[in-house]
């Protein structure tokens, strides 16, 4: 390994910098480049030239000494730990958030990790997934409220013109900056964790086989294993899909450019967020959904959905399938029952698939279901006894934070603890515009669970923020339990929808009845207190209320 000291730099970015340019030199196999340090770690090929490195760094601008003392030749992982450590050994397979948060977990506690990862450090979340897509749909509704918003009558209109490179650039940096400060930098100032660069599969029940990026393999043994590879994105077998140059998620949100007429193939989370993102800015959307909009949750959902989007000028096509797609002459041409589709570009936004095949899991004895995912028990266990599993590939929810929460419980778990992961009341939002934010049950839900229930919706019209806003779109709908008045579960389709859905997972987490949450204190102008007047609304007509009543 070779040590360089980095004078000049003001922020993580700078060593985001570094570090790329780093990389890029003859015969470096890995690099790392710590802010807080001021220090680059370089894992290079024997012979290679520490000043071309020195030189890469003097090109951004910063000054770069090496220090002598640390000048080891190398191929292995930086900071390797000695295999005769007696401390109990866990080898995490990925390094996003559940990986992150079990490994960190499982250094805590006095376990040394070997984190292993085939690809760029962070996973889906902070790389092609939460992060930069929420970027991208900030900038378009911006975009959307300088076309367009309920008060252009005394705000004058200003079309915005969308310089797309410059905003990808922006929502890049910011991806860049978080994966440095929330993993990488994390990573390098954590002695009892090893990264290893490859992709692992196992050999059997307490060993891995990491091909290594950098050539040649090695065995892995370990006492436990936490399997976090995460998923993919779907892609349904449709004849003519694959020999297109289609996007899915991760190609539409680094694209260099809007297309002036896009499909979109999908009908839930990924597919609408995006759908809506493009056409405010400046796309032509049309939707293709094989049955309704979210057909899996209450239908009031898709349907006030459906609504919103229509009207943004967004064409929704329900119960609509691609039987045949081809590419020809910079176009897309999907072939459907109410004729032919064309389109300058394409997404695919059909879920996604668990990053299992190709590991040998069935060496392990760990077993998976009908779709390919592990499956876990409460406690991500899997079916091999020193073999647990987390987020994505899995069959749990996928939410980065459900899979953060279930790498930390992991970690206790593979240390001798007992922890489980409750999702009773689990929020999840949907950042189309209005959002969409769901916990707990809804009616039909309820129903299979053997609840019998009742419950009230409240339309936005009795709600005084959103009045003010001008923005009445979407509802409030709560579910409780018949008799005892038990809240069992929210759905919310409003602005900031996804602000107030943690206040009624709290309210169904401690078991609150509706009369409960009706006599709490809200603040007044608030979208949130939209749940006390659903809430009145099982007691009161809430349109014979003042504005403030109780």
Avoid at 220 to 228: E, N, Q, S, Y
């Amino acid at each position: 390994m070779i040590e360089i000291n980095v004078e000049g730099m003001t922020c993580t970015g700078c060593a985001a910098q570094i570090e790329a340019a780093l990389q890029q030199v003859a015969g470096v196999l890995q690099a790392s480049v710590s802010y807080t340090e001021r220090k680059a770690r370089v894992v290079a090929q024997a012979g290679a030239d520490p000043e071309r490195m020195l030189a890469a760094i003097a090109a951004l601008g910063y000054r770069a000494t090496v220090n002598e003392v640390a000048i080891v030749a190398s191929a292995e992982p930086i900071a390797s730990h000695d295999e005769d450590d007696s401390r109990l050994h866990i080898a995490v397979i990925g390094s996003g958030g559940a990986a992150m948060a079990a490994a960190l977990k499982a250094a805590e506690g006095g376990a040394r990790v070997t984190l292993i990862e085939r690809g760029i450090i962070g996973g889906t979340c902070v790389n092609v997934g939460c992060v930069p897509s929420k970027i991208m749909i900030r900038a378009a509704h911006v975009a959307h409220l300088r076309r367009e918003s309920p008060f252009d009558a005394g705000l004058s209109v200003t079309p915005p013109i969308v310089l797309r490179d410059r905003l990808l650039a922006q929502q890049q940096a910011r991806v860049d900056e978080l994966r440095q400060a929330k993993y990488e930098g994390i990573l390098q100032s954590t002695p009892a964790i090893t990264v290893l660069r490859g992709e692992a599969r196992f050999q059997d029940e307490q060993q891995l086989v990491v091909a290594l990026s950098d050539g040649g393999e090695r065995v892995l043994g370990f006492d436990r294993c936490l399997v976090a590879s995460g998923a993919s994105p779907a892609v349904p077998a449709i004849p003519g899909l694959k020999d297109t140059p289609y996007w899915t998620s991760t190609e539409a949100l680094v694209s260099d450019a809007i297309p002036n007429r896009l499909a979109v193939i999908g009908s839930s989370v990924v597919a609408l967020e995006l759908a809506q993102a493009f056409a405010r800015l400046g796309s032509q959307v049309t939707i293709l959904a094989r049955h309704t909009l979210f057909y899996r949750d209450d239908p009031a959902i898709g349907e006030a959905l459906t609504a919103a989007l229509r009207m943004e000028g967004i064409e929704v096509l329900e119960h609509t399938q691609a039987s045949q797609v081809s590419h020809d002459n910079g176009e897309f041409i999907l072939s459907t029952h109410q004729g032919e589709l064309r389109a300058e570009q394409l997404l695919v936004a059909t879920g996604r698939t668990a990053n299992t095949r190709g590991m040998n899991l069935e060496a392990a004895g760990v077993k998976l279901n009908q779709h390919g995912a592990i499956q876990i028990d409460q406690g991500m266990r899997t079916s091999a006894v020193n073999i647990y599993a987390a987020g994505d590939c899995t069959d749990q929810p996928q939410f980065v934070y459900v899979a953060a929460a279930a790498g930390t419980r992991a970690a206790i778990n593979m240390s001798g603890g007992e922890a489980s992961l409750n999702l009773d009341a689990m929020p999840a939002v949907v950042f189309t515009d209005p959002q969409v934010a769901t916990v707990g049950y809804s009616e039909v839900q309820a129903y299979l669970a053997g609840f019998e229930t009742d419950s009230r919706t409240l339309i936005l019209d009795h709600v005084p923020r959103a009045l003010v806003n001008f923005d009445t779109r979407g509802f409030i709908k709560l579910v409780a339990e018949a008799g005892s008045g038990r809240l069992l579960g929210v759905q919310v389709v409003s602005a900031e929808a996804g602000e107030l859905i943690q206040t009624a997972a709290i309210a169904i987490r401690a078991r609150m009845t509706v009369q409960d949450l009706a006599d709490q204190l809200f603040p007044y102008l608030t979208m949130v207190e939209g749940l006390k007047l659903a809430a009145q609304t099982f007691f009161k007509d809430v349109k014979q209320l003042s504005c403030c009543a109780s």
